[in-house]
């Protein structure tokens, strides 16, 4: 439960001085103190929290400062689930990914790449330098030129102590709803595209991941990889037709939950930690 900073005297929310009471450290970037009653955790939430060395906490403005990182906000604008998640808010932006090899803070990382690798000297242009969690940091360069050149200087600058890689370009998914498909159907792509007007393009691509049947209505949900236009093609059609039926096209967003712990980002036959109950949050004891 508690994070890695030296422990505050005051609460960061209500700023009382901390005097005998539960409190509760945030273990994101802004590491702050709460009183237990201030960090909106209840009883058997704070007991749980205390017991399980395996679970974490994090503050609303540390979830706050994640989400506008991220440019999840809802405005008035329909801005599609691509254009929130990308990597890189700049058109054209490059993207090189270094993370230490040992556990350390993401500031200790750019001041260690900041010293050793200088961009002037191998004539590149960084638009971006981002901290992220992990202790990693992101560097956004122009063009992919610029990035291969930076991404060489840097393995040979800083050695075996980080991984430099270009993450993986990342293609949104959609779920297309309720579409009546024979046993045998094949070349669904080309169908999709050639009864819904979906042009090829520079950047396209699309593949059909999973068939999902719904046997009592006998028909198929389907979830479809394409790039980001014809992700934004597609949601703004809004109903894609397929053979003699036609779907509700929706985004797919898959959030990978442990039902052992409850947690996020990994299944309960990978999880280390006590078995939570999900009705009180309390451990379960076999």
Avoid at 21 to 33: L, M, P, R, S, Y
Avoid at 113 to 138: D, F, M
Avoid at 177 to 198: P, R, S
Wanted: aromatic share 8%.
């Amino acid at each position: 439960m508690a994070n890695n900073k030296e422990r505050d005297k005051f609460c960061e929310k209500c700023k009382k001085e901390f005097d005998g009471v539960k409190i509760v450290g945030c273990e994101g970037n802004c590491a702050n103190w709460f009183h237990e009653e201030s960090s909106g955790l209840t009883n058997k939430q704070y007991q749980v929290l205390e017991n399980c060395d395996a679970m974490k906490w994090f503050s609303v403005k540390q979830v706050v400062s994640e989400l506008l990182e991220l440019n999840m906000f809802t405005t008035n604008e329909h801005v599609t689930y691509a254009e929130k998640t990308k990597t890189s808010k700049r058109k054209g932006e490059s993207v090189l990914l270094v993370k230490p090899v040992a556990t350390q803070k993401a500031d200790k990382t750019k001041n260690e790449v900041k010293e050793k690798v200088s961009p002037e000297n191998i004539a590149v242009g960084v638009s971006t330098l981002k901290q992220i969690s992990g202790g990693a940091i992101i560097i956004g360069c122009d063009s992919a030129e610029d990035r291969d050149k930076l991404k060489t200087e840097v393995i040979n600058k800083m050695g075996n102590k980080y991984k430099v890689e270009i993450p993986k370009l990342y293609r949104p998914k959609i779920k297309l709803i309720g579409v009546y498909l024979h046993d045998d159907e094949e070349d669904l792509v080309e169908k999709i595209c050639k009864q819904n007007a979906i042009n090829e393009h520079e950047e396209f691509y699309m593949k059909i991941l999973k068939k999902i049947e719904n046997k009592k209505m006998k028909n198929f949900d389907i979830i479809i990889e394409v790039d980001k236009i014809t992700h934004k093609m597609m949601i703004n059609q809004g109903m894609i037709k397929v053979g003699w039926s036609r779907g509700k096209v929706v985004d797919h967003v898959y959030v990978k939950k442990c039902f052992k712990c409850w947690g996020f980002n990994h299944i309960a036959k990978d999880c280390k930690a006590d078995i939570i109950c999900a009705n009180c949050a309390e451990m379960v004891f076999m």
